[in-house]
């Protein structure tokens, strides 16, 4: 089988499919500026949806929420189908790299905990164009809290997401991508527990039991098993951290030095 299907098999049966809570996307879309009544947003990366059904219900705007994985959008689809918001979520399957939308086209791009799949910066560089002159952006990110973590953490991170960065480094990355930082938080350890390790320590016995002859499935699933113990002991080192982000005037990013090391101005001219 494809090892693939047992790490979809633990992830799609859990509440969220990383780290979140309802209550850390509606303080995040709080503080999201400028944005109309009649806002239309994408959700990037949204798995079963849980964030995009709290979007939905904060907002009167329509949200396109596309995910790769066919099951999760199914999910997504019925859940918001069972909370009567059929009309105003559109699920999608489609790849985040190749986003089949056109320029300027969104009022705020959402992703929480799946812009590491296509990178950082690949992810703020694309969708950038996507989104209208004052439009924002919104994503929660894997962030280093500390310059020094614990060697076990940073040994651990360094196999599991070898991309991770600071949060400074982060923030910084948005600026030479042509976005203000409008604010960032870090998303609390109740946000870890109650949606997606909790969960996941129950699904993953079952799945053990259901893999036992299977040795490259018992080692995801023994991997997961190790990240949660990392977790547990080292979170003062690293947590998601939510970043609102607003796309900066073109002129304005481009005549600066600060925010872009390679345009210079006779390049906007």
Known sequence: ?????????????L???????????????ACVPDLPDD????????????????????????????????????KLTQQAADAGLHERILPLRADMTRLPFPEGCF?????????????????????RRLLKPRGSLVFSELSWLVDAPPAEAAAFW??????????????AIALEEGYRVVTQF?????????????PMLVRLPV???????????LQLLAEQ?????????YSQSFGYVFYVLQRQNDRVWRTSGIHRRVVGFEETN
């Open 158 to 171: 360094s196999t599991a997401y070898p991309a991770m960065q600071t949060v400074e480094r982060n923030r």
């Open 186 to 198: 870090q998303l609390p350890d109740e946000g870890w527990w109650q949606s997606y390790y909790e």
């Open 225 to 233: 098993e190790r990240e949660i113990d990392i977790y547990r002991r």
């Open 15 to 29: 509440p969220r499919q990383g780290p979140g809570s309802a209550e850390a996307t509606r303080r995040a879309l």
């Open 107 to 127: 009022d705020l791009i959402w992703s929480e905990g799946a812009i590491y799949t296509i990178g950082l910066r690949t992810g703020l560089k694309g969708w």
């Open 1 to 13: 089988m494809n090892p693939m299907d047992v790490v979809f098999e633990l992830f799609e049966e």
């Open 39 to 74: 806002a239309v947003i994408l959700d990037a990366g949204c798995g079963t949806g849980a964030q995009t059904l709290v979007l939905a219900q904060g907002t009167k705007g329509r949200v396109l929420a596309v995910d790769q994985h066919e099951s999760f959008v199914a």
């Open 207 to 217: 799945l053990r039991e259901r893999y036992a002859s299977d040795p490259v499935a």
